[in-house]
């Protein structure tokens, strides 16, 4: 089948609408953008705010022949091509474990990675981006932590369809890469874009909390934090990174 294109105005979640879809056999690299969510989400079950016209929000469906435990370090491989693909921009845009890009120090995009698995045993993904272009400035009243938008970063704003085309290819090329040779390969200058780089952080668990250095991340995705005990990896899931 070919990849399919869907462009709404509106939808709940653009990752909804391929888990919609999951039983027709879609395509690879088969993309739905639209211009509002009604429902835009991010991990936990947290909402993302998704004005109309204010950002580009962006989901890709992917039939991967990895397992769901190589998938797992997705979501940080789409982070890392994201970012360099603003820094070829001109963005100093940072990439935050594991699915979040900031720029000085702000929240400008989030990666939504959801996982199906199949009957051969492999997963298929949907790459959920989110990327703050233009927000209008009532946005914080509903965001709880710093943001930023492209507009404060590129002057002028390149069109949306350049840069939602830019977006997806780097997405698909990324997607590509970790078919072929999995998160490692996908790894090279993770340490020169990261945030908290050889940063004491503070890794929160509920009511949990660790201190240590961050230093990096795994082949699985894992993040790697010099604790008092040494170096241990941490999985996503329930965690939360935070400067200390
Ligand atoms: P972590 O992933 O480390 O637990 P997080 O706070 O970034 O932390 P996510 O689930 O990744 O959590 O993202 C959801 C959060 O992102 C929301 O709770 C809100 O604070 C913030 N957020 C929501 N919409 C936007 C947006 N359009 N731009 C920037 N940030 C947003
Ligand atoms: C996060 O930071 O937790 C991830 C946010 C991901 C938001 C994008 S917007 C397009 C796609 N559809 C969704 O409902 N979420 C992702």
Redesign the pocket.
Known sequence: ADAELHVLPLVDSTNQFWLNKKDQNVASGSACWAECQSA?R???G?????PFGA?LYCSVWWQSQCNLSELMGLSVAVGLAMTRWLQQMGVPAQV?W???IYIDNK??A?ILVELESRSDGCGSAVVGV?L?VN?PKQ?SD????P?TDLSQWLKPVPPRTNLAAGLYQAIVDCLEAFERGGLQHCLTDWSRYDVYHDQAVCLVMGAHQIQGVCRGVDGQGALLVETQDGLRSFFGGE???RQA
């Open positions: 835009g991010g991990r936990r947290r909402s993302w705010q998704s950002a935050k594991p699915n979040d929240k400008v989030g989110g703050n927000l946005a509903q965001i709880d932590q943001w965690l939360s990174l």
